[in-house]
């Protein structure tokens, strides 16, 4: 595998150091992200994804521990390699654009390169290739101010990428924008990611699209809290498992999510089960998987399956990894059908599928027991904790805190003790859907 290209060990950062008002907004984080890796920092506002965002811009220097952006310690660069840093290694994205109002969308994009001796002529024609690239090339001439969000942040993702960085980072990128320019902000980074094979770090409190990043690293409090790996996605860091808070429930509810085609079931568990395999015998996997999947073959069956060598339909796999593999896909097949067991008894297979039905159901609780109907903000901010809690992203602590908190300060104000009821309720139907027990 190959070196981190962000690299932290036991950061703490502390505003205000010595001062009165002393305050440390990260301790003892560690985290590793490797090159072409989308990933994602999660959690409540106030929890410290800028904080660390902006120390791994080489803006905000950490009061102790280490920090590496490409085997280099950002904070020990000379102005003339800070520039050269934080234009070419790195492009940045905020949520506010921070577009120059008075140059043209070209030239705001031509900007970045000015630092780096890139003649005028040329400068301009890459320019105008990458706003291309996102689909603004119309827009060049055009100033800021007369352009829609969704165009400004994609003028933004170009001005960010013209000098072709190793790293794009993006703060709440779509945190000003509509459902359709947020998909085509989104699809314009997984782009970069997928296509350029460039790092993508990204904070974002929309838990919807943390399915575009390999990890998610879930912050409270200034720590690090876990760190999420995304099932349906090959995975670039090598996953130590004793490190990460997954649950069995996590894990089923984003290979199975929905009543996806089989295709879908049989690419999300070779995901999780190969690390090491070649092109043909991931092809050959997802045969077999497939027959898996299908109920076609046993436990057993498989495993002398992908023993076999690959004329003979195998894979060429060791007993001991056979053995390993079959006991874990066959695992998981049997915790799925516990699932759809419960659905296809309780909840007519809506259960999961819908997050509507469960926001209902929730808000029913509430309106039966507590006589209080929830009003439009607080059913919306419902419906995202419970999307959260479905897909591992928040503890049963995380859930129940912002069922607490009062509405201005962005929770669903539903007061201690009903906030302690509705939570354990929600658990329960949880519980009954996995029926594995021991996650909390
Ligand atoms: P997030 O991005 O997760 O919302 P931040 O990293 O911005 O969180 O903030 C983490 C904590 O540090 C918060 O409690 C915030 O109030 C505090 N903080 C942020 N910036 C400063 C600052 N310049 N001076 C003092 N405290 C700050």
């Known amino acids: 595998m190959p070196q981190p290209i962000v690299k932290i060990k036991d950061l703490d950062i502390t505003y205000n150091l010595g001062k009165e008002n002393e305050f440390k907004a990260t301790r003892g984080v560690s985290m590793e992200v490797y090159p072409g890796e989308f990933v994602a920092f999660f959690g409540p506002s106030g929890c410290g994804k800028s904080t660390i965002f902006y120390s791994i811009l080489g803006i905000l220097e950490p009061s102790a ?70 689909g603004m090339e119309e827009h060049g001439d055009k100033y800021p101010d007369n352009l829609s969000g969704g165009q400004s942040q994609r003028v933004s993702v170009a001005r960010a990428m013209v000098n072709n960085p190793n790293i794009l980072l993006a703060d709440e990128p779509t945190g000003n924008l509509d459902s359709t320019s947020t998909k085509q902000v989104m699809d314009s980074m997984a782009e970069i990611n997928s296509v350029d094979k460039k790092t993508v770090i990204m904070i974002t409190h929309n838990a919807a699209q943390l399915s575009y990043c390999h990890r998610v690293f879930y912050l409270r409090d200034g720590k690090l809290e876990r760190v999420v790996p995304n099932p349906e996605k090959k995975q670039i860091a090598k996953i130590d498992k004793h490190k990460i808070l997954i649950t069995e429930f996590d894990q089923l509810s984003k290979l199975f999510p929905y009543e996806d085609p089989i295709t879908l079931k049989v690419k999300s568990l070779v995901n999780y089960l190969t690390q090491d395999l070649n092109y043909y015998q991931l092809q050959r996997l997802e045969d077999i998987i497939k027959l898996v999947v299908e109920r076609k073959i046993s436990q057993k069956e498989f495993k002398s399956l992908v023993m076999k060598n690959y004329n003979q339909g195998g894979i060429d796999l060791t007993e001991s990894l056979a053995a390993h593999m079959s006991e874990k896909i066959y695992k998981i097949i049997r915790q799925s059908e516990d699932i759809r067991r419960f659905r296809r ?63 201005p300060d962005g929770g669903v104000g539903l007061g201690k003790v009903w906030s302690r009821k509705l939570t354990r309720y929600f658990e329960k139907l949880l519980m009954q859907g996995t029926d594995s027990k021991g996650h909390h």
């Open 345 to 407: 008894r309780f909840l007519n297979s809506n259960f999961f599928s819908r997050e509507n039905v469960l926001v209902r159901n929730l808000a029913k609780f509430v309106m039966d027991e507590y006589k209080k109907e929830l009003s439009l903000v607080q059913r919306r901010r419902l419906k995202d904790l419970v999307y959260k809690r479905i897909t591992g992203l928040i503890s049963r602590r995380d859930f129940k805190d912002a069922l607490r908190v009062e509405l």
């Open 65 to 134: 521990g280490q920090l590496l952006v490409k085997g280099e310690n950002p904070y020990s660069f000379s102005p003339e390699e800070m520039v050269r840093f934080q234009t070419k290694i790195i492009g940045i994205v905020y949520q506010a654009f921070y577009l120059i109002t008075s140059l043209s969308v070209i030239d705001n994009v031509v900007l970045p390169q000015i630092f780096h001796g890139v003649n005028p002529g040329k400068r301009r024609r890459w320019a105008k290739q990458v706003l291309k690239r996102f």
